[in-house]
């Protein structure tokens, strides 16, 4: 059952909420304890809200664009009452007093939250490993589980593809963490135009780079959240009040230097790109293919060091018995809170913003952005939509990824990090298998451009 089918039936009260709610649940704690998705289930509150709903259904004509459906939320984005940890040991015990408006869109829709998905450490990694030293269980891959699950929103997209209820889950890319992970789960990822949706109540990475959006078994589960999830909130003052552009899908551009990758990945991908009933071309955007890794870890690690300033020990999450001057006390704090990765990201993003660096790195790499933009923009004027494999390869296993260098690690997110730069909407849909695992399509829009996306990604989901 689609997630369409399964809320018409809630809404028609062929479906009880608060017992389809309780098997859900039960399914969700099983498919955790072997798993991993989840670094909470959030049972009480599921419970109350699905009480709530079946009142509303037969009390008040109430109905619901997500009536009774499941939702699965990031553990970086805050539900109300919740912990909300954004996977690091520094904000354990954290629960915030209010929802994400992304969260909160939902719940006022009829959706059930019924946990917080695990991930990399604030988000910092491609493969939720980087569990902040080991405070969290890392997501096993789906269909193998000596292999990853991707990331940084693995967990989410874990429960996506292992989930037989109805269910989305509420992902957050900065650098390409919705993508990487649903295509290494082989479910659906949509990463909105920037602005689209609220970031309020977001726990913030890189605020000029983040966004909400819905990972699910199809390209329609993703659209009716998305659809609820997005428009201007004067909570966040970076949404935009922008409708979503009606574009056309006719002709596409494959982006010749991202099939250089594993060949059976890029058969499965060309083969889809003959189903969709386009023209297309190759095309080469040299300026993001070069330069969008270092731009990105420049601003991703600059804007995160200075977010992560505020988790001292004193307003959040972990404190320690109150010793030695401040200096003293939030160095112990933050020695002890954060992990190796995000100590890493906050070395690197001190450096490159400091007086003295700013120039040579910092602003530099603010002007490679908008370069990229421009250069996106002027292949837009060509193309309704960009092409390639979202990943070069299928998940690796756990032991492959423990052998890469820290700028090996880096060099993953390749193929799905210019988009992300440059804040442009982009879907991975699952496309074929590769040794069983498998394999994910990438579709690239211009700004709200989200509709020809979706559109796509329906063709290549046939
Ligand atoms: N892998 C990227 C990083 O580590 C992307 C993370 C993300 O999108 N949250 O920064």
Redesign the pocket.
């Known amino acids: 059952m689609n997630i369409k089918q399964h809320i018409e039936k809630i809404n028609k009260q062929e479906i009880n909420a608060v017992e389809f709610t309780y098997k859900a649940l039960d399914e969700a704690k099983k498919i955790n304890g072997e798993y991993h998705y989840l670094n909470v289930v959030s049972e009480e509150l599921a419970i109350e809200q699905a009480k709530q709903l079946q009142k509303s259904l037969s009390k008040k004509n109430f109905k619901g664009k997500l009536a009774g459906l499941p939702i699965s939320v990031k553990d970086s984005i805050c539900v109300r009452g919740v912990e909300s940890a954004a996977g690091s040991k520094i904000l354990k015990g954290y629960k915030p007093l209010f929802n994400a408006t992304a969260v909160q869109r939902c719940i006022d829709e009829g959706a059930i939250i019924i946990g917080k998905t695990s991930q990399d450490e604030f ?4 493969f939720s490993t980087n569990n902040s030293d080991g405070a969290f269980k890392i997501p096993l891959n789906p269909f193998d589980k000596e292999r990853v699950t991707g ?2 929103s693995g967990g989410a997209a874990g429960l996506a593809q292992k989930a037989d209820f109805p269910h989305v889950s509420l992902g ?6 919705i993508a990487c992970p649903s295509s290494f789960c082989g479910v659906v990822g949509l990463c909105p135009t920037y602005g689209l949706v609220s970031r309020f109540g977001l726990i913030d ?1 890189g605020n000029s780079l983040d966004k909400i959006g819905p990972i699910g078994k199809s390209v329609g589960d993703c659209e009716a959240v998305l659809e609820v999830i997005s428009g201007y909130d004067e909570k966040d003052s970076t949404s935009m009040k922008q409708e979503l552009k009606k574009g056309k899908v006719e002709k596409v551009g494959l982006i010749k230097s991202f099939f250089n990758v594993d060949k059976e990945v890029k058969e499965a991908v060309m083969k889809t790109v003959d189903r969709l009933g386009v023209d297309y071309e190759e095309v080469e955007l040299p300026i993001m293919a070069k330069y969008c890794i270092p731009a990105y870890y420049v601003l ?1 690690t600059a804007e995160a060091s200075t977010n992560l300033a505020k988790y001292c020990g004193m307003r959040y999450g972990s404190h320690l018995p109150l010793e030695g001057n401040f200096d003293e006390y939030f160095t112990a704090v933050r020695s002890e809170g954060f992990g190796a990765e995000a100590k890493r990201r906050i070395l690197l993003g001190t450096f490159v913003r400091m007086a003295g660096y700013r120039e040579a790195y910092y602003l530099k790499a603010a002007k490679v952005r908008t370069k990229i933009i421009a250069e996106y923009k002027e292949t837009f004027k060509k193309f309704d939509a960009l092409v390639n494999p979202t990943m070069p390869m299928i998940a690796p296993k756990f032991e492959e990824v423990s052998s890469l260098t820290p700028l090996q690690n880096f060099m993953m ?1 390749v193929s799905i990090c210019g988009p ?1 730069l440059a804040g442009l909407p982009h879907l991975s849909v699952p496309c074929g298998f590769s040794k069983k695992m498998p394999i994910g399509i990438l579709f690239v829009g211009d700004h709200f451009h989200e509709k020809s996306l979706i559109e796509l990604g329906r063709r290549a989901e046939q």
């Open positions: 988000g910092f990694g491609s990331g940084s957050e890319s900065t650098g390409g963490s990475y991703a997110d992300n």
